[in-house]
């Protein structure tokens, strides 16, 4: 069964530094997303992506974050000048054709520590 | 404000028993509700998806509930395995995009 990976497992960065997490979705989804988990808390959604754009995105998506689909097949989270509260596990999801009813299929996630 | 409430926070039954888990939303608008299974250190698994019109959904062992109306559903497992060892998460979507999740049930089943 076809399955959303992301890469790295875990990243460790200093704070204030940049990273970038990385995901590939299943190949014939059109709609992805990013969502964290900090430890011990609920899945928070971050943002969701269609068509090369943005759709929809939360509080928590402020100007430290993007994304980007570079080349048709990777999804990327880049958060910039990372601080400590952004350590968090951060999963990448896709979905099929059409997002109403469709189940989202998730990554293992990234477990991000910032130090 | 979008709210997803479960119950129990825990709960641990023996191997072959049946447990039901319970969520209580306050999302609107409405558009569907999912049951997820997340093994520890893994991402989550769609269970089950409901509509607005779909009151009972199965997946196997897994059966979902919905009152759309009391804005209740239930996920309940028959005939429990040690596999079934897991967080389950009630996620309410308000639009194609947007989930919003809630805390989980983490299940312990004991032989």
């Known amino acids: 069964e076809p399955e959303v990976t992301q890469t790295p497992s875990h990243q460790v960065t200093q704070m204030g530094q940049e990273v970038i997490l990385r995901c590939v979705p299943i190949?014939?989804?059109?709609?992805f997303y990013w969502y964290r988990q900090i430890l011990g808390q609920k899945v928070e959604f971050l943002v969701s992506?269609?068509?090369?754009?943005?759709?929809?995105k939360s509080e928590i998506f402020d100007d430290q974050f993007s994304v980007e689909r570079p080349d048709g097949s990777n999804f990327t989270l880049k958060i910039r000048s990372t601080k400590l509260e952004d350590s968090a596990m951060y999963f990448c999801a896709s979905s099929g054709m059409t997002g109403v009813g469709q189940p989202q299929h998730f990554g293992d996630g990234t477990r991000l520590s910032i130090l | 404000k979008n709210q997803v409430e479960q119950s129990p926070q825990s709960l641990i039954i023996l191997e072959g028993k049946n447990c039901t888990l319970q969520c209580n939303y306050t999302v609107s608008p409405f558009s569907n509700l999912r049951w997820y299974k997340q093994d520890t250190g893994r991402g989550p698994v769609s269970l089950t998806i409901m509509t607005f019109s779909e009151n009972t959904k199965s997946n196997g062992r897994y059966t979902a509930t919905l009152d759309a109306d009391t804005k209740q559903s239930s996920l309940h497992i028959t005939a429990s395995q040690l596999s079934d060892s897991a967080s389950y998460i009630c996620?309410?979507?308000?639009?194609?995009?947007?989930?919003?999740f809630g805390a989980g049930t983490t299940v312990t089943v004991r032989a």
């Open positions: 996620v309410v979507s308000s639009s194609d995009y947007k989930l919003s």
């Open positions: 190949s014939n989804h059109l709609y």
């Open positions: 992506f269609y068509n090369n754009e943005i759709s929809e």
